[in-house]
């Protein structure tokens, strides 16, 4: 599931791809609050993986329910979550290799 934290006003240069595993057993909230005119919010499942892009300067919260209470378990700088991109190269072979049947 990808889901994308954009503003009309951002400079897209200045975003970047982060992901999120909920590893307990427990629903869990995402949300983005730190930043002014912005709103994140999404709901992790257990198991789930969240890709998302945020501002570098973003902070994913997490929060779980206790019963009737919101608990607010982490706050994690998006910087942190930050997917490391690897430039794929094809695959060369030599001119002179045959391919043998």
């Given amino acids: 599931m990808t889901k994308l934290l954009s503003h009309g006003l951002c400079n897209c240069a200045a975003q970047i791809r982060c992901s999120y595993v909920n590893a307990t057993s427990q629903i869990q909230i995402a949300r983005i609050t730190n930043l002014p005119h912005w709103y994140f919010e999404r709901t992790v499942l257990p198991g789930q993986h969240l890709l998302f892009e945020a501002l570098l300067e973003a902070q994913l919260e997490i929060h779980t329910s206790m019963m009737i209470t919101a608990i607010l378990l982490d706050k994690i ?7 490391k991109e690897k430039l794929a190269s094809p695959l060369r072979l030599p001119m ?6």
Wanted: proline letters at 8%; glycine letters at 0%; one cysteine or more.
């Fill in 96 to 101: 002179n290799r045959r391919w043998k049947e």
């Fill in 77 to 83: 700088p998006c910087e942190h979550l930050r997917i």
